[in-house]
């Protein structure tokens, strides 16, 4: 065998396994094949109006050779909100197939005249930490070059969600805590993620068996900082994201589920004869 791709196969296998000792989580919940679509709203002033559409969706994808998966989570302004300020956004996570080790996220954003572009590459080094740099534009002009390392894993805002699909509720008490990094453009935040209990949800008149996890983001833009957003998933083996929360400092946004396509298990926190679940 060429010697120079014994040397790349040896590192391939060292990152790899390096990987699966840091941020291994459970995936048993996870499909390739998922897709999502919410309805956001907005609230302002005690009147919610729907203000943008959302869509998460996943692939498989080869990132510097590593067997992987892309997911992007897409923003736009819809109607009137549209007409006040307009928002396009797509947040991209990459993350390897054997544990969701976040590998790289980025988000590039267009809202009103603004355009900013982010990005964060993780590195897994053999002692156990994990090194991740920040990049920052704004406007086209670079704002930021930031390193930071820690020996617990970084989540981004789209892996965190995977993150928290893969709590275990049913190995959880109520009000237990879980603490977890997430990088968000030039700093890293340590949210708290409690665990809130079960709760029915009725979204279109069909009620839902949710999970309802709760989150402390000590962040400028989110009023509460005991519970700054609230996430409920599906009451089952797909953890669903359901409905988003949260409470800014100018009004309150939700995030409704519209639908819900192509995940792994069977749909049985929905209705047997859901709308929502597009077979």
């Not at 005690?46 to 050779?65: C, D, E, L, R, S």
Request: glycine content about 4%; overall charge positive.
């Amino acid at each position: 065998m060429n010697s120079r791709l014994s040397i790349i196969l040896f590192l391939l296998t060292v990152f790899l396994t390096t990987l699966s000792a840091q941020c291994k989580i459970d995936t048993n919940f996870f499909s390739v094949s998922e897709k999502f679509s919410y309805d956001v709203h907005f609230n302002w002033k005690f009147v919610w109006i729907k203000a943008a559409n959302a869509n998460i969706t996943t692939q498989a994808y080869t990132y510097k050779g590593v067997p992987s998966y892309r997911t992007r989570l897409t923003v736009k302004t819809t109607g009137a909100a549209n007409k006040l300020m307009h928002v396009s956004d797509t947040l991209t996570s990459i993350v390897n197939i054997p544990n969701f080790s976040p590998l790289f996220y980025s988000k590039a954003a267009h809202e009103g005249k603004t355009n900013s572009y982010e990005e964060i590459f993780y590195n897994y080094l053999a002692n156990e930490t994990v090194k991740a740099r920040l990049t920052h534009y704004r406007n086209n002009v670079f704002r930021g070059d930031t390193t930071l390392t820690s020996q617990k894993c970084f989540y981004d805002p789209v892996s965190l969600l995977y993150f928290v699909r893969s709590l275990n509720p049913s190995t959880m008490t109520v009000n237990q805590k879980t603490s977890v990094l997430v990088l968000f453009t030039d700093e890293s935040f340590n949210i708290k993620v409690t665990y809130r209990g079960t709760e029915k949800v009725e979204i279109d008149g069909e009620k839902i068996s949710t999970v309802k996890y709760s989150f402390a983001i000590d962040g400028k833009a989110f009023q509460d900082k005991k519970e700054s957003l609230f996430l409920w998933v599906s009451n089952d083996n797909n953890r669903v994201p359901v409905l988003i929360e949260t409470k800014l400092g100018i009004g309150s946004l939700k995030a409704v589920l519209k639908s819900a396509s192509g995940c792994r298990n069977a749909y049985s926190a929905f209705p047997s004869d859901s709308k929502i679940i597009k077979k």
